[in-house]
Each structure stands twice: as structure tokens, then as C-alpha cells.
Nanobody, 115 residues
Framework: QVQLVESGGGLVQAGGSLRLSCAAS????????MGWYHQAPGKQRELVAT???????YYADSVKGRFTISRDNAKNTMYLQMNSLKPEDTGVYYC?????????WGQGTQVTVSS
């Protein structure tokens, strides 16, 4: 089992920045992938970014150049630096941990970007 706890959400004006954190605990194994999903109000959850334990990253087109994903393997913690935030970035951000065949999710953290 893996437990994930997100933090760092909040209310920010458009153009502002936030840094989300996701702390993992439990049976953390090598060769895993962690990442963030975004669920806007009334919409499906969408992938934002991923980072492997080898630090290979992926970004959705909508956040490229604005968001940066990183992780500290020694601390089992992942981060999402969000810059130049837009109102459409509003929603709940969920972190996940995946290592075949299991996936685990955090409880989510709310991000609200005011225009």
C-alpha cells in the first residue's frame, strides 16, 4: 500500500504561482511513475504531468512552459510548480503513484485561480 498526501493548493490571482507537494509513504518501490491530474468543475479528470523515478517528464500541452514537475526520491515527495496560472487551471489536483499493476491516488487539493 502507498499513501499520498497533497498540499499547497489555495486561491491565487491569474498570473500568479502555486507549488503543490505530494508526499508518499508506505511501500514505495523503484521504477515507479508519479504525476498530477486536474479535475475542473463539471469535467473529467485530465492528466497534467508525470515524472518517472528516473526523472523522465511528460507535460500536457496546456501546461507546457508554465508548470514544472519534479521529485525528491530521497524524501518520496513530488512537486508541481505552477506559474502563470489561468482561471481554467481552477479545480482539484490529484497526485498519483503508479507501479504496475497498482495505482494509488491522493485525496486532492483545491486550486482556485481568480480572473
Amino acid at each position: 500500500q502507498v499513501q499520498l498526501v497533497e498540499s499547497g493548493g489555495g486561491l491565487v490571482q491569474a498570473g500568479g504561482s502555486l507549488r503543490l507537494s505530494c508526499a508518499a509513504s508506505g511501500s514505495i518501490l523503484s521504477s515507479n511513475v508519479m504525476g498530477w491530474y486536474h479535475q475542473a468543475p463539471g469535467k473529467q479528470r485530465e492528466l497534467v504531468a508525470t515524472i518517472s523515478s528516473g526523472l523522465t517528464t511528460y507535460y500536457a500541452d496546456s501546461v507546457k512552459g508554465r508548470f514544472t514537475i519534479s521529485r525528491d526520491n530521497a524524501k518520496n515527495t513530488m512537486y508541481l510548480q505552477m506559474n502563470s496560472l489561468k482561471p481554467e487551471d481552477t479545480g482539484v489536483y490529484y497526485c498519483f503513484y503508479g507501479r504496475f499493476p497498482d495505482n494509488y491516488w491522493g485525496q486532492g487539493t483545491q486550486v482556485t485561480v481568480s480572473s
